[in-house]
């Protein structure tokens, strides 16, 4: 079966989209963590504790 879902590098650069998630998780005081549709991780975890 044909996968018609783009990866998510391909619509966002997902270095730049982890800064931004690191900034975010440090603001709001929580662990942040960016998965595609099947739930694999796509981003490092951030303020994980």
């Known amino acids: 079966m ?6 998510l590098d391909y619509i966002i650069n997902v270095n730049n ?3 931004i998630q ?5 603001v709001a005081g929580t662990s942040l963590l960016t998965v595609d549709y099947k ?3 796509v981003t490092k975890h951030s303020n994980c504790r």
Do not use: L, V, Y
């Open 2 to 7: 044909k996968n018609n879902f783009p990866n």
């Open 17 to 19: 989209f982890q800064k």
């Open 22 to 26: 690191d900034a975010i998780s440090k």
């Open 39 to 41: 739930g694999t991780p």
